[in-house]
């Protein structure tokens, strides 16, 4: 069962993983990486993504990030 929602989504996938170095995005294993999921909205999407963080603080190859699949799906909308 679907829920009927006004506010058009806008997808936001946040994802992690370890870098091979900091100078560039490049992950250590790509079997590896961290999906966190899929968001309805930059504002939730950005409230994982920091507790996502938070979770890694120690670790400084460690990151994540906010991909706007939105802009994938619909390229010329915002």
């Given at each position: 069962?679907?829920e009927?929602?006004?506010?058009?989504?806008?997808?936001?996938?946040?994802?992690?993983?370890?870098?091979?170095?900091?100078?560039?995005?490049?992950?250590?294993?790509?079997?590896?990486?961290?999906?966190?999921g899929?968001?309805?909205?930059?504002?939730?999407?950005?409230?994982?993504?920091?507790?996502?963080?938070?979770?890694?603080?120690?670790?400084?190859?460690?990151?994540?990030?906010?991909?706007?699949?939105?802009?994938?799906?619909?390229?010329?909308?915002?």
């Open positions: 069962m679907t009927k929602n006004d506010r058009k989504q806008l997808l936001h996938l946040v994802f992690g993983g370890e870098l091979s170095n900091l100078a560039e995005v490049q992950f250590r294993n790509l079997e590896e990486l961290d999906i966190v899929i968001f309805p909205d930059y504002a939730t999407a950005l409230s994982a993504w920091k507790s996502k963080a938070q979770q890694t603080v120690d670790n400084a190859h460690m990151r994540y990030f906010i991909v706007h699949m939105h802009r994938l799906l619909t390229p010329g909308e915002q």
